[in-house]
Nanobody, 127 residues
Framework: QVQLVESGGGLVRAGGSLTLSCAAS????????MAWFRQAPGKEREFVSAISWSGGITSYADFVKGRFTISRDNSKITVYLEMNSLNNEDTAVYYC????????????????????WGQGNQVTVSS
């Protein structure tokens, strides 16, 4: 069983920055894609960013392009989400997710494609 443990959330002023981390453990991972999703109060869970196992392919939702950067360290089985220029609309619970895949370049923007999820990490942006 794979466990994903997130860290790095918290309270930040508008215009500020935070970096989320998500560390995987519990099973031998060969190749796997990882992603971040978020859910604001009263809203559906939405895609934020994804990264292939190789790290060479990334995808971002339009509302975070140019502000957020996803990266990964496979030696630590960890994915990161660097968030800059945060605004009130970024307030949400952020979830990391991963899926075992045979492809080094696979990723998905669909929540249904991922098998394992973190516990969620609150990010609150204040004015």
């Amino acid at each position: 069983q794979v466990q994903l443990v997130e860290s790095g959330g918290g309270l930040v002023r508008a215009g500020g920055s935070l970096t989320l981390s998500c560390a995987a453990s519990g099973a031998t991972r060969i190749t796997y894609a990882m992603a971040w999703f978020r859910q604001a109060p009263g809203k559906e869970r939405e895609f934020v960013s994804a990264i292939s196992w190789s790290g060479g392919i990334t995808s971002y939702a339009d509302f975070v392009k140019g502000r957020f950067t996803i990266s990964r360290d496979n030696s630590k089985i960890t994915v990161y989400l660097e968030m800059n220029s945060l605004n009130n609309e970024d307030t949400a619970v952020y979830y990391c997710a991963d899926v075992l895949t045979a492809s080094r370049v696979y990723y998905s923007e669909s929540a249904g494609a991922y098998d394992y999820w973190g516990q969620g990490n609150q990010v609150t942006v204040s004015s």
